[in-house]
């Protein structure tokens, strides 16, 4: 008899450990397995992914966008605004379109640093996020990932800026400004890091979108895994 209480139990405990949760809203027709978890979460952040790249690495998808649209450091409004008094303003608007489109080129660069990121997923962190809020997996893929992806971003940045010559007009306008009778104070802010922050706020923004929308959207799953994942839950 003991012996058979023992196989029943270690049935339930391995069935338990397979499985993530029968309860109302996790999965569509059935309980979601680990692997099913997993698999989807990772399917869901691989879209959100591609949507961020598609809408951002083209043109205008910083400049023509008034939510991601990068201007001038906030350490460099002063500058701004002093060249714009004296009559440099186009100076100014030709150094905020380089550096826009700038970040537009350097978009392109973060699919394979964002899919190596997806990849190491282990499974206790997908049934946490399939069970989370609506951005759950964008804000686990943010804390994880953030700082290995601005390392791995900054060189492409730096590349981009200096490709389109955002980097020289950026320094002019700088140079100009120190050059003013009326300038007292020099500046000198981080462009590089500037934008490197702008554009990867502007990919997690877009990741996050993509993911309250198929966990909302029916029609934004468009795999059978992500149907299954999150079907229970619009």
Known sequence: MKKWILIVLSAVFIYGCETISKLPGYGFGGPI???DARMGIQEALSQGVTTAIFNL???DGFFGNNIYKIFLPPEAQ???S???KVGLGKQVDKAILQINRSAEDAVGYAKPIFADAIKEMTIADAISIVKGDSVAATNYFKDKTRLKLIDAFRPSIQSSLDKLEATRYYSD???LYNKLPTTT??????????????ATDALFDQVAKEEVNIRTNPVARTTEILKKVFGGKS
Do not use: C, H
């Open 33 to 35: 397995t680990e692997t």
């Open 57 to 59: 690495n083209k043109q």
């Open 78 to 80: 002063k500058v701004e």
């Open 82 to 84: 002093a060249l714009r």
């Open 173 to 175: 306008i700088v140079n």
């Open 185 to 198: 104070t020099k500046v000198n802010p981080d462009l590089t890091g500037f934008v490197v922050g702008k």
